[in-house]
């Protein structure tokens, strides 16, 4: 005689439908199936035996087939909807984590379906090979959103991880300004990449926005306040305002020309034109006489950090 947890183990083996029950005496008590065995059920757009439910679970998922079409990570159980939602909810830090913890092959499948503003939260946090990796693993629009999104300091160091074959398109989508202030944080060789790769017109001009830019950090290190003023600077201290034009590759005479534009626009105390090479003499003697009749004007040569010093003697020159 069958006892009673016997009885339980075997219904347990059995499909719901055609569970035994037991009658008050404690016997085995057979019901007749209510659906027929030979009976077949449509299961999404499968259809299978229900017989099947007697195997295991994983024998039923392989009977049954697949439900629903997903686009997994290779290799792994989580759905790339589901991890784009996990790293745009997670902190930049443990964002980059989980990139960093993936497999090479499998960044690009994730970098398409992130967006240039989720990249551009998570890239910093990266590890420098991690950050090659994934810039590699970017389409050409969505790498140039990306470098066009960070700060310029952040741009610079990621400019040189961009592969050669897709550094010009990159270059090119960057504004005038952004490209100067990115080259200004790379290093020659690096620097002379990228600017191998930018449009022959654009070199001068980029340039000299670096140049002005230059300036304008080593008149900040004479702790003078430095506002932009169109293409132009102006630099105050205390109750003093002075024009400032920073131009590369002048001899004076537009660097005057500007510096003074800028004065008799804002009102300024007096003009200082800023030059990489020494001003022509008719354009000293032109300062001179300006200077003389009470339009306080000045000229300097500025390259480098070497001539800081140069730079701020000609400014409070004209405190007066």
């Not at 057979?30 to 499968?46: F, H, I, K, N, Q």
């Not at 690009?108 to 991690?130: F, N």
């Not at 205390?238 to 008799?264: F, H, K, N, P, Q």
Request: hydrophobic share 45%; proline share 7%; aromatic share 4%.
């Amino acid at each position: 005689m069958l006892t009673t947890g016997c009885c339980l183990r075997i219904a347990r083996l059995l499909p719901p439908v055609a569970r035994s029950a037991h009658n008050r005496s404690g016997h085995l008590e057979s019901r007749p199936r209510s659906r027929p065995p030979d009976e077949r059920w449509t299961y999404g757009s499968e259809r299978f035996d229900w017989s099947a439910r007697k195997v295991g679970r994983a024998d039923h998922a392989r009977a049954v087939g697949p439900v629903l079409s997903r686009l997994m990570l290779p290799g792994g159980m989580m759905p790339v909807a589901q991890l784009v939602t996990m790293l745009r909810s997670s902190p930049a830090s443990s964002a980059a984590g989980l990139l960093q913890a993936m497999p090479a092959d499998r960044l690009p499948i994730v970098a398409a379906a992130l967006k240039p503003a989720d990249l551009v939260r998570i890239v910093p946090a990266l590890r420098p090979e991690a950050r090659r990796g994934l810039l590699q693993a970017l389409e050409p629009d969505c790498l140039s959103a990306v470098i066009r999104g960070v700060p310029p300091q952040q741009a610079a160091t990621l400019l040189p991880l961009v592969p050669a074959e897709r550094l010009a398109p990159v270059v090119a989508g960057l504004s005038d300004g952004a490209l100067a202030e990115v080259l200004g944080g790379l290093t020659p060789e690096q620097r002379q990449r990228v600017e191998s790769v930018a449009a022959p017109g654009r070199e001068r001009k980029v340039l000299g926005l670096r140049y002005g830019e230059s300036v304008a950090r080593a008149l900040v290190r004479g702790n003078v306040h430095v506002a932009v003023y169109s293409d132009t600077m102006l630099v105050t201290k205390g109750r003093w305002r002075i024009a400032v034009a920073a131009r590369l590759g002048d001899d004076g005479r537009v660097a005057v020309r500007d510096a003074e534009d800028t004065a008799y626009k804002v009102r300024a105390d007096g003009a200082l034109a800023v030059t990489d090479v020494a001003a022509a003499a008719d354009v000293v003697q032109y300062t001179r006489e300006t200077s003389d009749a009470g339009r306080p004007l000045e000229t300097v040569v500025w390259v480098d950090e070497r001539h800081d010093g140069h730079l701020m003697r000609a400014l409070v020159s004209l405190f007066r």
